[in-house]
């Protein structure tokens, strides 16, 4: 279905990750070129469908897994690009054949423009029934899931920064809880779920704590970590999640979607135990960004 099935106007999926990937490779040369004083070139927005073409023929040989990379390497080489570059040169006014360039501006269009295509996505899968299938039996590729877990430890990572480093430990920002409780909170459930992926990658069904009261369990947890210093939670809040990658890895494409019993549900697939914590980052997310008064632009 993501490989073959047409979404929007003849493109699969995966042609539109191609094109996202495409777009964010020229947003970062374009300007790259325009902050090392040369003048970019703009062949590609002069004729966007020849150039949303191109990309997509030049792609669809390739694997899921082959885009995928290239999604990832493209916007991590532009990102890691905008975070060095100096505060001024970013904010810079820009313009050319009478637009207005400005990186800020430039920014906001590729954002929109994820969005724009997750929302198509949605859409199609809504219109051929594929919402609303039971969390607990999902699955689908280890190399997607991969992919939107990073993601969205991203956001949560991004939304962490909003927290100064003199107020991580001081700072309330879901309730009682502070960004070191938050990540210890993130670090305490993780490794449950690793555990459980484990027993899932050994072929056996999870044998975790049954959690039956969730919030004195949090309590509990969040106590324990109490003394911690900031280093120790945030060393074994990466920790965690390099735990957690590192069992995905030992289950076979073939076994992401068996179901094992569960101490919460009768059934649950691996790919599904793992998504879990995609949600939960996402969660945690939003609770700092709502606590930091920053509103989010997509999905």
Request: glycine content about 6%.
């Amino acid at each position: 279905m993501l490989t073959q099935m047409p979404v929007l106007d003849g493109w699969t999926i995966r042609d539109i990750l191609a094109h996202i990937a495409a777009w964010d490779r020229w947003e970062y040369q374009t300007m790259r070129r325009m902050a090392e004083g040369e003048s970019p070139d703009f062949a590609a927005v002069q004729d966007v469908d020849r150039f949303n073409a191109a990309v997509v023929a030049a792609w669809r040989g390739r694997t899921l897994g082959e885009v995928l990379a290239e999604l990832e390497d493209a916007r991590a080489t532009w990102v890691a690009w905008l975070q060095a570059l100096p505060v001024e040169e970013f904010f810079q006014r820009r313009r050319y054949d009478n637009y207005d360039w400005s990186f800020p501006d430039c920014l906001r269009v590729q954002w929109e423009h994820d969005t724009e295509h997750a929302e198509q996505i949605a859409a199609w899968r809504e219109a051929r029934g594929l919402k609303g299938e039971p969390w607990n039996i999902q699955t689908g590729p280890k190399d997607v899931l991969r992919v939107a877990l990073a993601a969205a430890r991203e956001e949560l990572l991004t939304a962490a920064a909003l927290v100064s480093p003199e107020e991580r430990t001081s700072r309330r920002v879901c309730g009682e809880w502070t960004l070191k409780d938050v990540l210890g909170h993130v670090a305490d459930w993780e490794w449950l779920g690793v555990e459980g992926l484990r027993h899932m990658a050994a072929g056996q069904p999870p044998q975790v704590e049954h959690v039956e009261d969730v919030d004195a369990w949090n309590r509990a947890h969040a106590e324990a970590r109490r003394e911690q210093p900031w280093d120790e939670v945030w060393a074994d809040f990466h920790a965690a999640r390099r735990a957690l990658l590192a069992a995905l890895e030992g289950i076979d494409q073939a076994d992401m979607g068996r179901l094992f019993s569960t101490p919460w549900v009768d059934q649950c697939t691996p790919y599904a135990w793992a998504f879990i914590h995609l949600a939960h980052d996402r969660e945690h997310a939003e609770d700092l960004r709502k606590a930091c008064g920053v509103e989010f632009i997509g999905n």
